[in-house]
């Protein structure tokens, strides 16, 4: 299972860092991935990291704002989100796939599981 965490509340231009911890799986078999969804729309890409962290994807929308590491030692993969905006308000999913790492890791459909949301909102 995936459990994410550390979302809040937060005014504009704050941070938070959302934790991804796996439990029954071992995340360094696995590239990782951040989505999130607001209200009335679409889950949509944040971020994706290959298994060992090496390479990366962001979203246009937060590229230069979030960074997606991870600690495969703690089992856990992190979110780090600065200078953040109203615009940013969504429940946050974070997700695992098997597999290589690709331009494709953007797409729901790339992954395998999914742990459930975390809130998180921005305040102007």
């Known amino acids: 299972q995936l459990q994410a965490s550390g979302g809040g509340l937060v005014q504009a231009g704050g941070s938070l860092r959302l934790s991804c911890a796996a439990s029954g799986r071992t995340v360094s078999n696995y590239r990782m991935g951040w989505f999130r969804q607001a209200p009335g729309k679409e889950r949509e890409f944040v971020a994706a990291?290959?298994?060992?962290?090496?390479?990366?994807y962001y979203a246009d929308s937060v590229k230069g704002r979030f960074t997606i590491s991870r600690d495969n030692a703690k089992n856990t993969v992190y979110l780090q989100m600065n200078s953040l905006e109203p615009e940013d308000t969504a429940v946050y999913y974070c997700?695992?796939?098997?597999?290589?790492?690709?331009?494709?890791?953007?797409?729901?459909?790339?992954?395998?599981?999914w742990g459930q949301g975390t809130q998180v909102t921005v305040s102007s």
């Open positions: 997700s695992a796939a098997v597999g290589g790492f690709s331009p494709g890791a953007r797409s729901q459909s790339a992954y395998d599981f």
């Open positions: 990291i290959s298994r060992t962290g090496g390479s990366t």
